[in-house]
């Protein structure tokens, strides 16, 4: 194993390396972003060969100066590459665009961005498609997330792993579940009249809730790592990581909930911004 990194997150909760004969191995990126407080890291997917889609709140930092502030790293395994003498491929950033509500809700809702690339990702890299209508996910069926955030439940953890693209699989959220978010919900705000019935993944809903209960799921450093179905023999983008929530213990801040931001709901502004990149 190679060394590991005290500034950087490392891998996915509960999940496997991703083989690079996956086609996600050439489709997820890693991208740094140099602020303030240091160095930060996300995951990113490339939605055209020079497009990637990740959170706002990754970006929220280098928006003045992307590209100068900001890299794309394309592999698997950056931290080991780099470990063992290999040059690591890497990309500049030209511009990047996020929601304007994401502004006007004080960052709680449109937790979207795109990155524009100053150059087309390599050629073995390719583009994950965007899911154009929501399915029908029940809570017995798989959704798979893949990511370069911790591989601990811990969200303040040094991660014991070095850094590398790793992937699980969730499930929708259970009845026992949405009580607890409900209840937490409630408690920082007692007007709330969500229900039950309104914790469900469709296509009208902004935020997507998966079960990290059974120690499977997204953590810091999966920011912006893509929630993904299959429709015909192929992975496509339903969600965009957010958030994690866990109420009952801020020790395993990442062991309940997985909070991800729903393209479809998007939809308009995602193809709105891709087109306004393709514009000479």
Known sequence: MCAHSTSLTAGIVGGKKVDASSPLAHSLVLLLMKTSDGTIN????????????TAAHCVA???KDPSHL?????????QCAVHRGQNLSQGSVEAVRVPLNW???????SDLSLVKLAAAAPAEYSPLPLAKNFPEISVHQAVTVAGYGKTTKDYDAIDPQPLALRVTQVYSLNASLKKILLQSLRKRDPNSTLNAEDIRNTDDKENLFFDQSEGHGICAGDSGAPALIESGNQMQIIGVASAVENPLDSTSKCGLLGVHTNVVHYQSWLNETLQDFDQP
Do not use: R
């Open 42 to 53: 996300c995951t990113g997917t490339l939605v055209s060969q020079d497009v990637v889609l």
């Open 61 to 63: 930092g280098v928006l």
């Open 70 to 78: 900001m890299k794309v790293i394309f592999s698997t395994e950056p």
């Open 103 to 109: 502004f006007k809700s004080n960052h709680e809702l």
